[in-house]
C-alpha cells in the first residue's frame, strides 16, 4: 500500500473557514477560527435583523394591532426568516465544515486520488480557498442585495396588503418606520447570508468538478456501486440545514398567503416544485460532475471482467464438463464453483454501478428534507377535528 503523505492536501479543505465576513466575526468576537460561539452570533443576528423591527412596531402602535391587516407579531414570514431561517443558515457553518472535510479527505485515504496527484489536488483545493476568501465577491453580493435583491423582495415577496411595515397610499407602497429598517437592513442582511451559501456551493461544485479532471482510480467491482465515490452522498447530510433554512423560507411565505390572502395550499404546486427541484440541483448537481468518470469506468469495467469471466467460465467448461473430470478433485466442494459464484457476483456489481455517486435514497432524503416544514401548512386544508375523527377511524 503506498504510504500517504502526513500532510494531505484535504485536511486544509474548507468551505466556511474564510472569507472578509468570516475575518470580521472573529475581530468583533463573535466566532472562532474553528467556528466556535455559534450561539452568540445567532444571538446577534437576531438582535440586530428581527428586535429593531419589534420595538419600531410597538412604537408606531402596529405590533399586535392598529389600522392594518397583518400586525408584526402575526405576521409568520418575519418571525420565520429571521428567528429561524437565519439561525439555520449560521449553524450550517459549523455543520458543513465538520461533515464536508472527512469527506474530501476520502479521495486521499481511499487513494482514489493517487499520489502522483496530489500536488493537483493541493492546488485545486488552494484555488477554492483563494475562491472563498475573496472580498471582492462579497462586496458584488453586498451591492446586488441593495439593488436586485430589494427589487425582487419589493415586487415579489411582499404582501399586497396593509402591514406592519407597508400601506398603500395613494396606489404608492409607504414604508413605516420598522419598515424602512426591515426593507434595507433586515431583508439585506438575510439575502446577503443566503447568497453568500449560494456561492460557498458554487465553490463546492467547482472544486468537485476540478477533481473529476483528474486521473481518479476508480474500481468498477466496489460494493458502493459507484465505483468508491459513494462516499460523496454523505455530503447531503452536511447540508441539512441549509435545506431545512429554504423549506422554512418557503413554508413562512405561503402561510402569510393563506392566512391574509385567502389562498390556498394547493395553489403553490408549482412553487413548492421548483423548490425541491431547485434543492436537489443545489445538493446533488454538484456530484454529477463524476457522471463522465463513472461512465468510463463502467464501460472499462464490463469489457475487462467480461473478458476475465469468458477465459475463467470456458476453463470451468472444459474442467468439468467437455474434458473427463479429474479424478482426484471432487465436483462437491470445489474451489471452481465458488470462485464461479464470485465472479459472476463482481460482473454484476460492474453491470449495476451508477452513473451518478448517489442513489435514490438521496434524492429522497433531500426531497423529505426540503418539503418537511412545508407539511403542517396542510392542516389548512383540513379542520384538526376532522383530522383526529380520520385517525380514530383508521386505527378503531
Avoid at 504510504?3 to 474548507?14: M, T, Y
Avoid at 429593531?52 to 392594518?68: N, R, T, Y
Avoid at 465577491?137 to 419589493?154: F, R
Wanted: hydrophobic share 55%; glycine share 8%.
Amino acid at each position: 500500500m503506498n504510504q500517504l503523505p502526513d500532510n494531505k492536501p484535504s485536511d486544509d479543505f474548507s468551505l466556511v473557514l474564510g472569507g472578509p465576513l468570516y475575518q470580521l466575526f472573529i475581530r468583533a468576537q463573535l466566532g472562532t477560527d474553528t467556528l466556535g460561539l455559534v450561539k452568540r452570533r445567532i444571538m446577534f443576528f437576531s438582535a440586530f435583523t428581527w428586535l429593531p423591527l419589534l420595538l419600531l412596531s410597538v412604537f408606531v402602535g402596529e405590533a399586535a394591532g392598529g389600522d392594518i391587516k397583518v400586525p408584526f407579531l402575526y405576521d409568520i414570514d418575519v418571525h420565520i426568516r429571521f428567528l429561524l431561517a437565519l439561525p439555520l443558515l449560521l449553524v450550517a457553518e459549523l455543520v458543513v465544515h465538520q461533515r464536508l472535510k472527512p469527506i474530501v479527505q476520502q479521495f486521499v485515504e481511499r487513494g482514489i486520488v493517487p499520489p502522483e496527484a496530489l500536488s493537483q489536488l493541493q492546488a485545486i483545493a488552494g484555488s477554492a480557498a483563494r475562491l472563498r476568501n475573496s472580498v471582492l465577491i462579497e462586496a458584488l453580493m453586498i451591492v446586488m442585495v441593495l439593488t436586485g435583491g430589494h427589487v425582487l423582495w419589493s415586487s415579489q415577496m411582499a404582501l399586497e396588503t396593509a402591514t406592519w411595515f407597508s400601506t398603500l397610499v395613494d396606489g404608492q407602497q409607504q414604508l413605516s418606520p420598522a419598515g424602512y429598517w426591515y426593507a434595507y437592513v433586515s431583508i439585506p442582511v438575510f439575502q446577503f447570508m443566503l447568497f453568500r451559501w449560494y456561492f460557498r456551493i458554487f465553490i463546492w461544485a467547482r472544486f468537485l468538478w476540478q477533481v473529476s479532471r483528474l486521473d481518479l482510480h476508480l474500481v468498477p467491482t466496489h460494493p458502493d456501486r459507484a465505483g468508491g465515490l459513494g462516499f460523496l452522498a454523505g455530503s447531503v447530510a452536511a447540508f441539512v440545514p441549509i435545506l431545512l433554512a429554504q423549506g422554512v423560507l418557503l413554508a413562512g411565505m405561503i402561510a402569510n398567503r393563506i392566512f391574509y390572502e385567502g389562498a390556498t395550499l394547493l395553489a403553490f404546486k408549482p412553487e413548492v416544485a421548483a423548490a425541491v427541484v431547485f434543492m436537489l440541483l443545489l445538493v446533488l448537481g454538484p456530484l454529477s460532475v463524476f457522471a463522465l468518470q463513472l461512465s468510463k469506468c463502467k464501460r472499462q469495467g464490463l469489457l475487462e471482467y467480461g473478458a476475465l469471466a469468458s477465459s475463467y467460465v470456458c476453463g470451468f467448461d472444459r474442467k468439468w464438463l467437455r474434458d473427463p473430470p479429474p479424478l482426484d478433485e471432487p465436483l462437491v466442494g470445489s474451489g471452481d464453483i465458488q470462485s464461479l459464484n464470485d465472479l459472476a457476483g463482481s460482473f454484476e456489481i460492474v453491470e449495476g454501478m451508477r452513473l451518478f455517486p448517489f442513489g435514490k435514497t438521496a434524492v429522497l432524503q433531500t426531497a423529505i428534507v426540503t418539503l418537511l416544514p412545508v407539511l403542517p401548512l396542510a392542516l389548512t386544508m383540513i379542520s384538526l377535528e376532522d383530522m383526529v375523527k380520520q385517525l380514530l377511524g383508521i386505527l378503531l
